[in-house]
């Protein structure tokens, strides 16, 4: 009576499928509007300047961190289709909120914070997908369900700026429709897009959803959140104490992960500028194209550590994800004798005041419509203004390049080993706080890196900057190593399965 039957090995995998959409979907709302927050935010209120552009772009990781661990609380006790509906809806709303910034008379800058800000609220429902995938797979099934999610939510960031693209072809003036003062442009189209989509997804989630729970064997139990439509067995296994040292640590290598991550894409943009004296245009055109190869090599690598992880573990994986983002910073230190160009012509004729700020706090995507008053030219070059552009060597292109392969290959490798691995440690018990926790901990990496970039790199230059994440990377290796043996499934530490 515990085997699986054909009928509900189906429903449960259809409604998997259905958890990867809203995953794909969440990390859409992120990206499709990356590119056009700041020209958007420019045009609505000329009042709003590139640090508030740092914080609208913040609080979505911010909005996300807070929503994370109550949206999973509530999946803990409640049919989990509620808090899926609900965050869906908050987005959905949000993005019409965006679609409505320019029609408040003043505080425009605070309404477009509200939205992003809101829909990084709704994507705090990573975490009650997250938790149901882990809920509703078996051991055996875990890491390829986990590296599905990650690679639909790394599908989803790759398409969100082709979208937006697709879009700019509205341009900036588009069609009014009068009765309801929609603006139809480039910059409200995609996020109307979004709200549609996310429409879509709540009536798939009604449609098709159901809640499935299966034990580390597979075989069927009694959901907490299922609303009496199963009577199947109650899980024996959930007795025994969580590994709270596993879980911590887990959630202190997740961080540093997101963190390098996030200081890698923030990085992108003013490092090429000022090693190899690329315009803002072409920094942001260059820096696009090799972030979306590293995306498409990140999905490959999702798909191979699947086939991997069953021959090695997924320990042996994360170690070596670790190391390889360690190789990929290490590379990036400069060496070489040459320094890079000075930018001596703004102190000359003093035509534009370079500031720091929009270049180093803003990922590279916002600056793509940073434009420059047509009678002047951009000085290009390491500004004069960084001291340590006088004393440090240039990094060489090929390094760069090199570095850039290596964190693709790494930070997708140790993205799913470290979901999996901590699905698998906290075993049958609801999953949705805990997942909560690690969401959250992601996005204050993602809130840290960009301030961290903006500070070290601009202060003390790519050596300082480059040695201190190495440093965070080793030390992570260093917790790996100190709770390895503790990183096994729930059901293998009470002796219920063998690895």
Not at 113 to 142: C, P, Q
Not at 217 to 231: A, D, F, I, M, P
Not at 377 to 384: A, K, S, Y
Not at 465 to 475: M, N, Q, R
Request: net charge neutral.
């Amino acid at each position: 009576d515990d085997v699986e039957t054909q009928e509900h090995y189906k429903s449960r995998w259809r409604s998997i499928w259905i958890m990867y959409l809203t995953m794909f979907l969440s990390s859409v709302g992120f990206s499709i509007v990356i590119m056009s927050v700041w020209p958007y935010l420019q045009k609505i209120d000329p009042t709003a300047d590139a640090s508030f552009l740092g914080w609208i772009i913040a609080s979505y990781s911010i909005g996300q961190m807070v929503a994370s661990p109550l949206f999973g609380l509530w999946s803990n006790y409640r049919p989990r289709r509620e808090p899926l509906v609900v965050s869906t809806a908050v987005s959905v709303a949000a993005n019409c909120l965006y679609a409505y910034v320019h029609a408040p008379h003043s505080h425009n800058k605070y309404y477009m914070l509200t939205a992003r800000a809101l829909v990084g609220f709704g994507a705090g429902n990573v975490a009650v997908v997250r938790s149901y995938i882990a809920g509703a797979t078996s051991l055996t099934e875990r890491t390829s369900a986990m590296a599905n999610t990650s690679a639909c939510q790394a599908v989803g960031f790759i398409l969100g700026p082709v979208f937006q693209t697709c879009f700019t072809l509205i341009g900036e003036e588009g069609v009014t429709w009068k009765l309801i003062h929609l603006e139809l442009n480039m910059y409200t189209a995609p996020v109307l897009f979004g709200a549609l989509l996310g429409v879509i997804n709540i009536i798939l989630i009604f449609a098709i959803f159901r809640e499935h729970r299966v034990d580390d064997l597979g075989r069927q139990c009694k959901s907490v959140n299922s609303e009496g439509e199963e009577n199947d067995v109650v899980d024996q296994d959930a007795e025994g104490n969580i590994d709270h040292v596993a879980v911590v640590a887990l959630n202190f290598l997740f961080f540093v992960i997101l963190f390098v991550f996030a200081v890698f894409e923030t990085i992108a943009t003013p490092l090429t500028m000022d090693m190899y004296s690329w315009t803002r245009k072409e920094a942001v055109f260059y820096n696009g194209v090799i972030l979306s190869v590293v995306g498409v090599e990140s999905v490959i690598v999702f798909m191979v550590v699947k086939i991997l992880s069953k021959r090695t573990g997924e320990r042996a994986i994360l170690h070596g994800g670790l190391l390889i983002v360690l190789v990929g910073f290490f590379i990036l230190l400069p060496w070489g004798k040459k320094l890079p160009n000075i930018q001596w012509q703004e102190i000359k004729n003093n035509s534009i005041p370079r500031t720091t700020s929009i270049e180093t706090l803003v990922p590279f995507w916002s600056l793509q419509a940073v434009q420059l008053p047509s009678n002047q030219t951009e000085p290009v070059g390491c500004p004069i203004t960084q001291s340590w552009c006088r004393n440090t060597p240039m990094i060489y292109l090929a390094q760069y390049l090199s570095s850039d392969v290596l964190i693709g290959l790494g930070y997708p490798v140790c993205n799913v080993m470290s979901y999996t691995l901590y699905s698998k440690i906290l075993g049958p018990k609801p999953q949705g706080v805990y997942m909560g926790w690690l969401t959250a901990s992601g996005s204050g990496a993602r809130i840290l890196g960009p301030v961290f970039v903006s500070q070290v790199y601009t202060h003390l230059g790519p050596r300082w900057a480059f040695s201190l994440i190495c440093g965070v990377v080793v030390l992570s290796l260093l917790v790996l190593e100190i709770v390895y043996k503790r990183l096994i499934a729930f059901s293998v530490r009470y002796g219920r399965m063998q690895e």
